[in-house]
T-cell receptor, first 118, second 110 residues
Framework: DAGITQSPRHKVTETGTPVTLRCHQT?????MYWYRQDPGHGLRLIHY???????DKGEVSDGYSVSRSKTEDFLLTLESATSSQTSVYFC?????????????????FGPGTRLTVT | GQNIDQPTEMTATEGAIVQINCTYQ??????LFWYQQHAGEAPTFLSY????GLEEKGRFSSFLSRSKGYSYLLLKELQMKDSASYLC???????????FGPGTRLSVLP
């Protein structure tokens, strides 16, 4: 199994409180991502990182911020949680390896965090 | 913007072959990706196509035609454990922005 973990795995919080989700990898992959998955919407990219301190917004970034101070950790923060942010959050990592004329691509997802905002 | 379409549901029989189609309209393109996701679990990366043609990995193959904005995932010798959702995603030209389709729920019947 790829070395990617998320914490916490489950969280219930109240509207208006700050929440931070952590993604940790041991694969030394360059790229890290945060997604949310909701019924009827599928997977949607929140933010991604292409290196330490290098991040960019995805499709649904409003209300979320991220930080990556080390290669292995990517944090997702909800500054003031709202009920619309109730979802399952997945972290993912990826890397591309050029081997002669071909490109090998690896991508792994973490186990997910189920967040409920009441 | 990006728009990705997949059939919502498909049913197939154990041992058969099934093809799951994906069409996309995107402002940029830097690869098409397929994932498998069992209910209640995280997605698993299956394949990556950036050039036209067929990529084969065991029982799974993925095809891409960039001029037609079309891809398919081919699953051979279906097994009960292949019952899952299959997600198609496009990575655009700008960094690592992935856009996912709605997913196709495949049911494999005995």
């Amino acid at each position: 199994d790829a070395g990617i973990t998320q914490s916490p795995r489950h969280k219930v919080t109240e509207t208006g409180t700050p929440v931070t989700l952590r993604c940790h990898q041991t694969e030394n992959h360059r790229y890290m991502y945060w997604y949310r998955q909701d019924p009827g919407h599928g997977l949607r990219l929140i933010h991604y990182s292409y290196g330490v301190k290098d991040t960019d917004k995805g499709e649904v970034s409003d209300g979320y911020s991220v930080s990556r101070s080390k290669t292995e950790d990517f944090l997702l923060t909800l500054e003031s949680a709202t009920s619309s942010q109730t979802s399952v959050y997945f972290c993912a990592i990826s890397e591309e390896f050029l081997t002669g004329r071909t490109t090998l691509y690896e991508q792994y997802f973490g186990p997910g965090t189920r967040l409920t905002v009441t | 913007g990006q728009n990705i379409d997949q059939p919502t549901e498909m049913t197939a029989t154990e041992g058969a072959i099934v093809q799951i189609n994906c069409t996309y309209q995107t402002s940029g393109f830097n690869g098409l990706f397929w994932y498998q996701q069992h209910a209640g679990e995280a997605p698993t990366f299956l394949s990556y196509n950036v050039l036209d043609g067929l990529e084969e990995k065991g029982r799974f193959s993925s095809f891409l035609s960039r001029s037609k904005g079309y891809s398919y995932l081919l699953l051979k010798e279906l097994q009960m454990k292949d019952s899952a959702s299959y997600l198609c995603a496009v990575r655009d030209n700008y960094g690592q922005n992935f856009v996912f389709g709605p997913g196709t729920r495949l049911s494999v019947l005995p």
